[in-house]
């Protein structure tokens, strides 16, 4: 155990100590400066002429909103069209059908807006080309977050303007300057470790019961890659990064397991590189870590030490607490992952959340409660950016002054929309979690399949699903039986749609009143928000907004379900 505890420390490291240098250079790709991926420039100009786009040309805050919206509806009728033709259409050499229209509809919806939800059986319900296709939203929703981010962070800028920069530039060197080369190295890595990275279809094994197993290839190291880079989570097979193929090794384990947080460290340091505002990183990227280590401690506690349902048994888990999960990463490395992929939006998995401890599975929801300890490539500052609009407004009023953020004045206009967007997530989840309670209470005929788990740990299922739809995770337990499932297919749908776009609209309206706005400079009764006292201020906003709305739901799954077992 203790080699495990020291393999989530260096994993932790190596992905804290290359985000810093990611996140530098970041900042010089989105300010304009020369870079090392400057090569790329003639692949950019030709997109930008193919598309008939002037990246030079600024845009306005809701031009470059515009310009993310209508790019995302072309998208989605383009992914509609593949999915649900993918019968007749190429790359297609098992003869996988094409998709229903309700699940292509969830599965169009979770790839373009990052949640990657899968109420599908990637083997046997996708061809090679919707794979690609769904491979190519990874790069696109990833960099719409990253883009739309750095939208933000032009507001943020010392001065007065209405001008923010040009989203589809953004989007395009998010993609050829970040997210591309990338994968690129990481696809590679994988590849040579044994994950398959071809056009052909099925191969047949024989397993150890001398039983031929026809298995499935295709392109996956690059989906993998980009998987996790763009903290987008959807897995070429069903089982996700616990199939050998995906995750063959503990070192491949530990690659994808960095590649989840890389980016959304990166963007914090970013964040200060770009507006000379280091102190201010730091401080963000502190009030992240404690809340991510106040998540990741208990969950590796309780799966070292297993189950007491299993130990009334009579039987021993000197490895800890192994249901549903791989020998080759253990316990303490499964716990880890499963926090980093809840508190980003990656939702990719290497055990099976639904069998972790009651209270790890707790943790692993309140990471996507909380969504923003960390969060998703991009959006996951827009997040915390909402709570700090809160904090920034308590603070002021606290001590007496206007509240001001970096020299813009907080306004009932910018606390409405903040509010607005943070009540907007225990909505969701809360409201359609209660809806599928009140629907499976009603029909018995759902309760065939529907779920495999009666009382709490059921109930804590359909939390799960809502919470991961609504936080653009993807992932979700296992027994819950949502593929196929219309009523499953339409819901979740509809709260990833509007969990990615408003939470965007939101942060970004605020940041356009705030750049027209008339720049205040420090005096000494300003409000500093780079300091320790204004994170834990942060911090305990975080804890009354986000954590304690669902306190209440969480007391009647997971820790109902927890006490069921030490009474």
């Known amino acids: 155990m203790n080699n495990e505890i020291t393999g989530v420390i260096v994993m932790f490291v190596l992905s804290v100590a290359p985000a810093i240098f990611l996140g530098k250079y970041m900042a010089r790709v989105f300010e304009g400066r020369r870079s090392v991926l400057d090569f790329m420039k003639p692949l950019e100009r030709f997109i930008f002429s193919i598309s008939g786009i002037d990246p030079a040309r600024e845009m306005t805050w809701k031009q470059n909103l515009k310009a993310l919206l209508t790019i995302n509806l072309a998208w989605f009728l383009f992914s509609m069209f593949i999915l649900m033709d993918m019968g007749w259409l190429p790359l297609n050499p098992d003869g996988n059908a094409s998709m229903s229209a309700d699940t292509a509809f ?3 919806v979770s790839f373009i807006s990052n949640t990657n939800l899968q109420n599908y059986v990637p083997e046997t319900q996708m061809s090679y080309l919707g794979q690609m296709i769904l491979m190519l939203f990874q790069f696109i929703s990833a960099g719409t977050g990253i883009a739309i981010c750095i939208v933000v962070f032009n507001a943020l800028k010392e001065g007065t303007s209405e001008k923010l920069g040009n989203f589809f530039n953004y989007l395009v060197l998010s993609c050829t300057r970040v997210l591309l080369p990338l994968a690129i190295v990481l696809a590679v890595f994988l590849a040579f470790h044994g994950t398959p990275m071809t056009f052909e279809g099925k191969a047949d094994f024989m397993s150890i019961q001398n039983d031929t197993v026809h298995v499935s290839r295709g392109p996956v190291a690059a989906m993998v890659a980009i998987k996790q880079l763009g903290t987008n989570g959807g897995g070429f097979y069903g089982a996700n990064s616990a ?3 995906e995750n063959p090794d503990y070192v491949t384990n530990m690659v994808e397991d960095i590649s989840i947080i890389l980016i959304p460290i990166a963007l914090v340091f970013t964040l200060g590189f770009y507006l000379k505002r280091k102190r201010l990183a730091n401080t963000i990227f502190m009030v992240m870590t404690i809340g991510f280590l106040l ?7 309780y799966e070292m030490h297993g189950s007491s349902e299993i130990t009334n048994l009579g039987i021993q888990q000197h490895l800890g607490s192994m249901e549903g999960k791989e020998i080759r990463f253990g316990p303490v490395a499964s716990a880890y992952w499963g926090v980093t992929t809840t508190i980003t939006s990656n939702g990719s998995v290497n055990a099976m959340h639904d069998s972790f401890t009651p209270l790890t599975g707790m943790v692993t929801m309140m990471g996507m409660m909380v969504n923003c300890f960390y969060g998703g490539v991009g959006v996951g500052f827009l997040n915390y950016f909402i ?4 904090a920034v407004f308590i603070g002021g009023l606290m001590v007496g002054r206007t509240p001001e953020l970096l020299g813009k004045k907080i306004e009932s206009k910018e606390m409405k929309i903040a509010v607005i967007i943070a009540l907007l997530h225990p909505l969701l989840i809360l409201s359609f979690t209660a809806l599928s309670s009140y629907m499976y209470a009603a029909n018995p005929a759902l309760r065939a399949g529907w779920l495999n788990n009666p009382g709490y740990h059921g109930y804590s299922e359909m939390l799960y699903q809502y919470a991961s739809c609504s936080a653009n995770n993807g992932s979700g337990f296992a027994g819950l039986g949502a593929i196929g499932s219309p009523f499953w297919n339409i819901t979740n749908g509809i709260v990833m749609i509007l ?22 400079p420090v ?10 006292t204004f994170g834990f201020l942060t911090y305990g906003i975080i804890i009354i907004i986000a954590a304690l709305a669902f306190f209440p739901a969480l007391v009647l799954g997971p820790v109902a379900e927890f006490y069921t077992y030490v009474k």
């Open 106 to 108: 969830n599965t169009t």
């Open 243 to 245: 199939h050998p193929l």
């Open 499 to 520: 969990s990615r776009y408003l939470p965007i609209i939101g942060p970004v309206a605020i940041a356009g009143i705030l750049a027209k706005k008339k720049y205040i």
């Open 523 to 532: 005096s000494a009764g300003t409000l500093h928000t780079d300091t320790g």
């Open 387 to 390: 709570f700090i609009i809160i």
């Open 295 to 301: 998540f990741l401690i208990p969950a590796i506690y």
